[in-house]
């Protein structure tokens, strides 16, 4: 089975701008989470698709903003860049069906914000 | 808010049993313990989880008190791979495919040495 894959591995951005960043879940599962980390810190939950829903949300304002596809892949849109928005952002897959709801992430796109 | 607490670092042996104590003083009867660890620019990895019974695989077991207030994962014979950030994390199972975030503290960072 594959895992999950995220893209780019690696990405450098401008104050201001715009940024889409891609996931594709682990074969069989159909929930996706997507999370903020920044250096030296633990991961922060910033939203949840389930059948292209989102059903559940971080503390993270709307120019965080995401899209769940038909095949469960996943896209993580980042509008009005900031500084602060430089970070690791991970995304997750899991499915109810899956043991004890266990999460499989991926490695993670790094975003500099300059 | 996490609602684990762990100690910020710890050192270990290679070859020798590392033990990382949590302490969830106000977990909730439906909560799980969770633990994730995370190698330095990878995402986390699911490691074990349980209820109030201990729990061991292939990987490590999971010690958890009667009071179910406090845990401790035991990784039995520490590599130099074994270096990494370990997550413990309560939470609840959903079966229904709701929101289940997973909540990260900043976790401990065990460090084997040779």
């Known amino acids: 089975e594959t895992g999950v894959t995220q893209s780019p591995t690696h990405l450098i951005k401008t104050r201001g701008q715009q940024v889409t960043l891609r996931c594709s879940s682990q074969s069989g599962h159909n929930t996706v989470s997507w999370y903020q980390q920044a250096l030296g810190q633990g991961p922060q939950f910033i939203f949840q698709?389930?059948?292209?829903?989102?059903?559940g949300r971080g503390n993270f304002p709307p120019r965080f903003s995401g899209l769940q596809f038909p095949n469960y892949s996943s896209e993580l849109n980042v509008n009005a860049l900031e500084l602060d928005d430089s970070a690791l952002y991970l995304c997750?897959?899991?499915?109810?069906?899956?043991?004890?709801?266990?999460?499989?992430f991926g490695s993670g796109t790094r975003l500099t914000v300059v | 808010d996490a609602k684990t607490t762990q100690p910020t670092s710890m050192d270990c042996a290679e070859g020798r049993a590392a033990n990382l104590p949590c302490n969830h003083s106000?977990?909730?009867?439906?909560?799980?313990v969770y633990w994730y660890r995370q190698i330095h620019s990878q995402g986390p990895q699911y490691i074990i989880h349980g209820l109030k019974n201990n729990e061991t695989n292939e990987m490590a077991s999971l010690i958890i008190t009667e009071d179910r207030k406090s845990s401790t994962l035991i990784l039995p014979h520490a590599t130099l791979r074994d270096t990494a950030v370990y997550y413990c994390i309560v939470r609840a199972l959903n079966y229904g495919g709701a929101t289940n975030k997973l909540i990260f503290g900043t976790g401990t960072l065990l460090a084997v040495q040779p």
């Open positions: 698709y389930y059948r292209e829903e989102e059903n």
């Open positions: 997750a897959s899991s499915s109810p069906r899956v043991r004890a709801n266990g999460y499989t």
């Open positions: 106000t977990i909730s009867g439906n909560e799980y």
